[in-house]
């Protein structure tokens, strides 16, 4: 079972540190806004999506286990 | 809580033992009195919150507003004019959906891509000082020398500003910065004189558009995204104070904190893999931050188990929220390699710092430039030496006299 990621893109404040900290799994559009790259990065990446879900200014992501 | 603790109303800005440590309150408020009554330097009263969780929700909250330039809110500073937080002006642009129209227009020059284009130019800019440093020979100041010019210029670099013209910016943004520091008519002087400019400047970059954010502002084709002429002002005069002043004490700060233990400094020298995270680090380890971020409680609410009624003014100390035990293990220690790092030092929720990406590349830029360029750097003063910038909400260090 994977992990998928979710986001609440009305709280992303386009602050970019997702884009830093995982750049595989998040990038920004023109607004700033997050564009999600792979809603489910392969495991490898789950450190890094942890660290981009901890440091989010607008607590918009969460990681939930997939079906 | 008990009446007794209730009852006492501290003098805020708390005052700190020295520059890089933290008031000693801080401690005895977050265990204690995470709600504390506090006295402004205008007399006023406000609420001060000291705990990482109660800072964060109520930055984060969208009912309380930031601007304090309304009925009932306390006033932060002795002047007339008012602080930076009582601009009616900028009111327009802070509230729910003109804030979040506004916000994506400019985050199109803060996103992490065209922060990274930039990184070239910075660091260019980050040896150019160090270059006139080396020439000048030891000791240097830290701050004159580099922490206040860099980020000047890469503002000035953002909105298309002439190199000529860089030196009055800095000079505009100090003034219109102050709390106590500067009198209002030397704030109300330089900011007829920045306004004048900035219209000048607009009109230029309209007749003739850059490759800068003000000239993309300008011609955004789309018509529901064209900014005023107001609107174009505010904007640029907030990118000034808010990127520069506090930048350019954020360097001093980390410079300082860094090589007052060094072997922080030798840490990253060894190993400048942990740049990104010494960063953070520092951010999150700052003691000396300011006045910290205020909000306008316009319904009744509860923190901490306490009720806040309507018409409360509070004070959020996201320095004190850093260091905060309950939430950050070894609060109280400097770890170069802490990851995550959730600190809230740009603030959190929608109104949280726009320019974070460029602050974070300033000083990642900062570190790899002067670990490349002068790796026996340290201190030439004692740390608990090290003065103090005085009257201003953004807290910093006046000189970081340095040798190598």
């Known amino acids: 079972m994977g992990m998928r990621v979710l986001v609440e893109y009305e709280k992303c404040c386009g602050a970019g540190q997702c884009v830093m900290v995982a750049p595989k799994v998040f990038d920004q559009r023109d607004d700033g806004i997050v564009v999600l790259l792979d809603e489910t990065p392969p495991p490898e990446q789950y450190k890094a999506v942890q660290e981009a879900i901890t440091v989010c200014p607008g607590a918009a992501l969460r990681l939930e286990e997939s079906a | ?404």
Not at chain 2, 267 to 285: D, G, K, Q, Y
């Open chain 2, 1 to 404: 809580m008990s009446s007794e603790s209730n009852d006492q109303v501290l003098d805020y800005p708390l005052r700190a033992p020295s520059a890089l440590e933290p008031p000693a309150e801080w401690d005895q408020l977050r265990k204690g009195c995470p709600v504390a009554h506090v006295r402004l330097p205008s007399g006023d009263k406000a609420v001060l919150l000291t705990r990482y969780n109660d800072v964060r929700a109520v930055l984060s909250d969208p009912r309380f507003s930031r601007n304090l330039a309304q009925e009932g809110a306390a006033r932060i500073t002795t002047n007339e004019g008012g602080s930076v937080f009582e601009n009616p002006d900028a009111a327009s642009l802070s509230g729910g959906e003109s804030h979040q129209r506004w916000r994506r227009l400019i985050n199109r020059a803060f996103t992490v891509k065209r922060i990274q284009a930039l990184q070239t130019k910075i660091e260019a800019m980050a040896n150019q000082l160090v270059d006139e440093m080396v020439k000048k020979g030891p000791p240097a100041d830290l701050v004159s020398d580099f922490a206040f010019p860099l980020p000047v210029w890469v503002i000035a670099d953002l909105l298309g500003i002439a190199v000529d013209d860089r030196d009055k910016l800095a000079y505009w943004s100090n003034a219109m910065l102050t709390m106590t520091q500067f009198t209002q008519e030397e704030v109300n002087k330089a900011q007829m004189e920045f306004a004048h400019f900035l219209m000048g400047h607009i009109a230029a970059k309209r007749a003739q558009p850059g490759d800068d954010l003000l000239s993309e502002l300008i011609t955004a084709t789309d018509k529901d995204d064209v900014l005023t002429e107001r609107e174009l002002m505010m904007t640029a005069q907030g990118i000034l104070v808010a990127g520069h002043e506090t930048t350019s004490n954020m360097i001093g700060k980390m410079m300082s904190m860094l090589l007052s233990d060094r072997s922080r400094w030798e840490r990253l020298l060894a190993n400048p893999s942990l740049i990104r995270t010494a960063v953070e680090e520092s951010l999150r380890f700052d003691a000396n931050m300011g006045f910290g971020l205020p909000r306008f409680i316009s319904e009744d609410t509860e923190v901490a188990g306490q009720s806040l009624p309507r018409g409360t003014t509070v004070i959020c100390s996201m320095s004190s929220a850093n260091r905060d035990e309950s939430f950050f293990e070894g609060a109280s220690e400097m770890k170069l390699d802490r990851s995550p790092n959730a600190h809230i030092t740009f603030g959190a929720g929608a109104h949280s710092c726009l320019g974070q990406a460029l602050a974070r590349t300033e000083l990642q830029t900062t570190l790899q430039v002067l670990v490349k360029r002068l790796p026996t750097l340290d201190l030439a003063v004692k740390p608990e030496e090290l003065p103090r910038r005085e009257g201003l909400l953004v807290g910093g260090i006046e000189k970081v006299l340095v040798r190598w």
